[in-house]
């Protein structure tokens, strides 16, 4: 072409997002603009289509999609991707060769095939798919070692944590911990270790209760955290409960906590003089009170239940009829 007013198109890295890097191809004036002869190594081709008005423009976007069913993927992964050169010079109606290299991204298989597309094929056309996989290792699984903890106000404790990972794919995603409510627990990676602290301010009141999650890529764990507290008196609503042979029965101890308005945080640990007349089933600790679930033989029988309830306890006898 040798009018002085080619038309053509420059490349330019419009920056990287997240999941994708997106390339702004913008016609200009041949006259002000350098060519891209410059860039010498193929894994790209973006063709500038003939005619077109200076300043039309698409946008060439990089996407990977897993290839590799190994892992079972259950969504399309995205790979980042970047440009070698700032700016390229593509004259109309010619093509470029501009280099593209994958980089970290949110990939969650092996393998990755990156697409790199023109939003506009009229004005510019990508010929050329290039391959490319992340080098670091993607989350499998993130677990806490418990489920649940107590944790007296003003006090703290560490929280054990596993991490698994599978073959190169996901960016190695660093571990992330967050409290849902930091007036009752505050939650902090401890350095160098896999465990989460937990603190409990002076001002959290006795009973609430909120959540840490764990987080590593699209994988979490959630901790539930409670604030201690401890009963303080333990009382049998009935001393003597009758219970029908091959029958359940829910019994119920009073339990006057530091905060009444919230069940007690303590550990419960009822206990029958004979599992053979009465087997406890469940002990659950509500608001005000603990309810048993107890399960009577076929036959007439009796049994004392001892009920402590931290450190405190307290007894109820129990009639198989």
């Keep these: 072409m040798k009018t002085s007013m080619k038309k053509v198109l420059s490349l330019a890295l419009a920056g990287a997002l997240a999941l994708t890097s997106v390339f702004s191809v913008n016609a200009v004036d041949a006259s002000n603009a350098k060519k891209a002869a410059a860039v010498k190594t193929a894994k790209l081709s973006i063709v500038a289509a003939k005619d077109k008005a200076v300043n039309a423009s698409t946008t060439v976007t990089g996407v990977a999609v897993s290839t590799k069913g190994a892992l079972a993927c259950k969504y399309d992964a995205k790979l980042a991707t970047s440009i070698a050169s700032a700016s390229a010079v593509v004259v109309s109606g010619d093509a470029i060769k501009v280099t593209v290299t994958a980089t970290k991204g949110a990939v969650a298989c092996t393998d990755a095939a990156v697409s790199v597309l023109s939003a506009n094929t009229e004005i510019a056309k990508v010929l050329v798919t290039i391959k490319g996989a992340a080098t670091t290792k993607a989350t499998k699984s993130i677990k806490f070692k418990k489920n649940k903890v107590v944790v007296a106000a003003g006090k703290s404790t560490k929280v054990a944590y596993t991490v698994k990972k599978v073959a190169t794919a996901d960016a190695a995603k660093k571990v992330t911990v967050k409290s849902a409510n930091k007036k009752i627990a505050k939650a902090t990676l401890v350095k160098g270790q896999k465990k989460v602290k937990i603190a409990v301010p002076k001002k959290a009141k006795a009973g609430t209760s909120t959540k840490v999650t764990l987080k590593s890529g699209s994988k979490?764990?959630?901790?539930?955290?409670?604030?201690?507290?401890?009963?303080?008196?333990?009382?049998?609503?009935?001393?003597?409960?009758?219970?029908?042979?091959?029958?359940?029965?829910?019994?119920?101890?009073?339990?006057?906590?530091?905060?009444?308005?919230?069940?007690?945080?303590?550990?419960?640990?009822?206990?029958?003089?004979?599992?053979?007349?009465?087997?406890?089933?469940?002990?659950?600790?509500?608001?005000?009170?603990?309810?048993?679930?107890?399960?009577?033989?076929?036959?007439?029988?009796?049994?004392?239940?001892?009920?402590?309830?931290?450190?405190?306890?307290?007894?109820?006898?129990?009639?198989?009829?």
Excluded: H, Q, R
């Design 220 to 321: 979490k764990a959630v901790l539930k955290v409670f604030v201690k507290n401890p009963a303080k008196k333990v009382k049998a609503k009935k001393a003597t409960v009758v219970v029908k042979k091959n029958k359940t029965k829910k019994i119920t101890v009073a339990v006057k906590a530091k905060n009444n308005k919230k069940a007690t945080t303590d550990a419960i640990k009822v206990k029958s003089s004979n599992k053979k007349a009465v087997k406890v089933k469940s002990a659950v600790a509500k608001k005000g009170k603990v309810v048993i679930t107890v399960k009577a033989a076929k036959k007439a029988g009796k049994s004392k239940l001892t009920v402590k309830v931290g450190a405190k306890k307290a007894t109820v006898n129990v009639k198989v009829k």
